[in-house]
């Protein structure tokens, strides 16, 4: 928190004394203090152990479900009072300003579903009645959703005063963060639902499947990170036959990402293409280094290799289950608008979507790195060149929508390469991904 701009830190000053307010202001006449001591520990206790999503810089609380419980058992001013505890939370890594925010906003959350459980009509029914998870399951869903949406608002508030978010990667975020946070909070009815038939034995009683279900996160995780480390190790192989070109299959996966957020893909998609921009040249491993570092025009053998270089993409990763769509955008990434592509000559909307998408942003990367032959070109000379295959090469709509998110995010091309002095580099001659500079083929000219 430190470095917190002026708007930040008055933001957080504000939802700390509503909060405060809100708990001094509150009458907890009849409020049940050994339950809420009992919760408090629960909650304690899951808070030390947040679960880990795929999503980047986003973990779950486990207390989620003590808060949930408290808005049945104890109402609204002790849902806010529970979540006040967050402030001597498990994390000790937390700063005091981070754990008062936590505490706060959390107060708020439990506030704001507990009056909304209670406008729904769930505190009408008592937990000893038959029927009573039936009859209150809706209030409480209702405040479930209530909690949620106020403890997401409150957080995606600071991170964008912080600037340490932009909003369309906190919506693109906070799906994902929010299935995680409404699964958790359904263990608050369990935990409900069995405390006046078991007590306070009932918060230990599921303490077991919240940590089941926590690991189970924590596996999915662990999963996605494999993949990860999988496919970078594939990028860095395919990396070394080329010192110029480290680093390229990374920024053509970002450019990728670019352009699905721009034009709206569902977040699995973006993530599919996320994989297909950083393997889309996996297959330069089945072609021959000496065909891909010849100084001169190719043979028309050896153009036919170049040429083939998605095909042996998808072999290579075809058998790699999670890539789904991804490997139509592997295999058609060189496939051009005007059908001349290659490697099956498919035009216009015969081109897979995920090609059309990596082929504008392997382009532009390319365009904007410095290769052996020649320096960098300019992000402007790069954007003209884009243009100026605007349907021909490159889809027009994906062009737009590039050219749309590069102006909003900008472009950080890479610094050029420092050659090693103690060892002979030797480096492609003659680039396929870039279409302002085409490869030269014996006898015919030149060939894109």
Request: aromatic share 8%; glycine share 10%; proline share 5%.
């Amino acid at each position: 928190m430190r470095g917190l701009p002026l708007a930040a830190w008055l933001y957080v000053c504000g939802v700390v004394a509503l909060a405060a307010g809100l708990i001094a202001t509150s009458s907890f006449g009849g409020l049940d203090w050994r339950a809420l001591a009992v919760l408090a520990v629960l909650f304690f206790i899951c808070d030390s152990a947040p679960a880990q999503l795929n999503v980047e810089r986003a973990r779950v609380s486990l207390s989620f479900a003590a808060s949930l419980a408290s808005v049945v058992l104890l109402g609204p001013e002790g849902a806010a009072l529970l979540g006040a505890t967050a402030v001597v939370n498990g994390q000790r890594v937390f700063a005091p300003v981070k754990r008062m925010f936590n505490g706060a906003q959390f107060a708020l959350s439990g506030y704001a579903s507990g009056v909304v459980f209670q406008a729904l009509g769930g505190r009408r029914f008592a937990p000893v009645q038959p029927g009573w998870v039936e009859h209150v399951i809706g209030p409480f869903f209702g405040a479930l959703v209530a909690f949620v949406l106020v403890n997401l608002t409150l957080m995606a508030g600071i991170l964008l005063l912080a600037k340490q978010a932009a909003p369309r990667e906190l919506l693109r975020e906070y799906g994902q963060l929010a299935v995680g946070c409404l699964g958790y909070g359904m263990f608050g009815l369990l935990i409900a639902g069995l405390w006046p038939r078991v007590g306070t034995v009932a918060a230990v009683l599921v303490l077991l499947p919240l940590f089941i279900a926590r690991w189970a996160m924590e596996q999915a995780h662990d999963q996605q990170q494999a993949h990860s480390a999988t496919l970078a190790a594939l990028c860095q192989a395919v990396e070394t036959k080329d010192y110029y070109t480290r680093g390229h299959s990374e920024r053509v996966s970002r450019g990728s990402v670019m352009i699905a957020q721009e034009i709206g893909m569902r977040a699995d998609r973006v993530e599919a293409i996320r994989y297909a921009g950083m393997l889309h040249d996996v297959g330069k491993l089945g072609v021959p280094t000496k065909v891909l570092q010849k100084d001169g025009p190719l043979t028309e053998e050896e153009f036919a290799a170049i040429q083939l270089h998605p095909m042996r993409g998808l072999e290579i990763v075809r058998e790699i289950g999670f890539l789904d769509e991804a490997l139509a955008g592997i295999m058609h990434h060189h496939e051009k608008m005007n059908g001349r592509g290659y490697p099956m000559g498919l035009a216009g909307d015969e081109i897979p979507e995920f090609a059309r998408v990596i082929s504008v942003a392997d382009a532009f990367d390319s365009m904007t790195s410095t290769r052996s032959y020649r320096p960098a070109r300019s992000i402007e000379e790069a954007v003209a060149e884009l243009r100026r295959g605007m349907g021909d090469h490159f889809d027009p709509e994906i062009v737009e929508a590039f050219l749309r998110a590069l102006d909003r995010e900008g472009w950080r091309p890479p610094h050029p390469p420092v050659l090693p002095d103690d060892e002979v580099v030797e480096t492609t001659r003659q680039d396929h991904d870039d279409p302002s500079n085409p490869i030269r083929v014996a006898g015919d000219g030149v060939r894109s």
